[in-house]
């Protein structure tokens, strides 16, 4: 069943007096349960896309339609309450609160979901229950990521969003990131989309949807996807 379609996207921005056209009539879909991935060079539209799609920015035209309703049409409110409980998002960067501790920063999800999961158990999905109490200065870049996929998941969402989520990480804890998205794709039901201009991720995806000059250049599903430990780059 397809829980995301895109028609027709464009996004143009205006720099000075320079239009750039970011996206110029993306349109793809993707269906309900798969890990996805979105490939694609640095400028090619891939962040800008994920925006749109989790309901942070909004296209000079086009639609998006997940589940039946084009958020393109929400008003503020209702895409406020969009991203709160329908998408979960995991970025580069992790975006943790320095002063708040691992399960705390987790927490902080779950108060603005209506049908959060349990934190304990997300913890330990993620393999952090014994670093729990820990602030993120006290953890590594592969375990704050985890605590942002943590975060992500534990409100519950349909769809998980992810920009680049192995892009500051070295390979072999980079690794251990993607497993971690695989199970929460394949143990928890919940559709993953992963942006990454690394083609080699690509790999391990039920679907991948090439990017180009803000264009949707190609659109294929994986017969044999592999798993994330065969992955080499």
């Not at 996206?23 to 890990?35: C, T, V």
């Not at 979901?113 to 993120?136: C, N, Q, T, W």
Request: net charge negative; hydrophobic share 40%; aromatic share 6%.
């Amino acid at each position: 069943m397809e829980i995301m379609r895109a028609e027709g996207l464009t996004k143009t921005y205006l720099m000075g007096e320079v239009e750039v056209n970011a996206l110029r009539g993306a349109s793809f879909s993707i269906e309900e349960g798969e890990f996805a991935v979105i490939l694609g060079p640095s400028g090619s539209g891939k962040s800008t896309l994920l925006n749109i799609m989790g309901g942070m920015d909004t296209p000079t035209s086009g639609r998006v339609i997940t589940e039946g309703e084009d958020i393109t049409g929400f008003s503020e409110k209702k895409l406020t309450g969009y991203r709160r409980s329908k998408v979960g998002f995991v970025f580069q960067f992790y975006n943790l609160m320095a002063n708040l501790t691992a399960e705390e920063n987790v927490e902080l999800a779950t108060e603005i979901s209506k049908d959060p999961m349990e934190i304990a158990e997300i913890l330990k999905a993620v393999g952090l229950y014994e670093r729990r109490g820990h602030f993120p200065s006290q953890l590594s870049g592969g375990e704050q990521q985890r605590v942002s996929i943590a975060r992500a998941i534990a409100k519950n969402p349909k769809v998980l969003l992810c920009d680049e989520p192995t892009g500051a990480l070295d390979f072999s804890t980079g690794i251990s990131i993607l497993e971690l998205l695989r199970k929460v794709n394949r143990e928890m039901g919940k559709t993953v989309v992963v942006i990454t201009h690394n083609a080699d991720i690509a790999l391990m995806a039920d679907r991948v949807i090439r990017m180009k000059s803000g264009q949707i250049i190609d659109n294929k599903t994986n017969e044999n996807p592999v798993s994330p430990d065969e992955i080499k780059w």
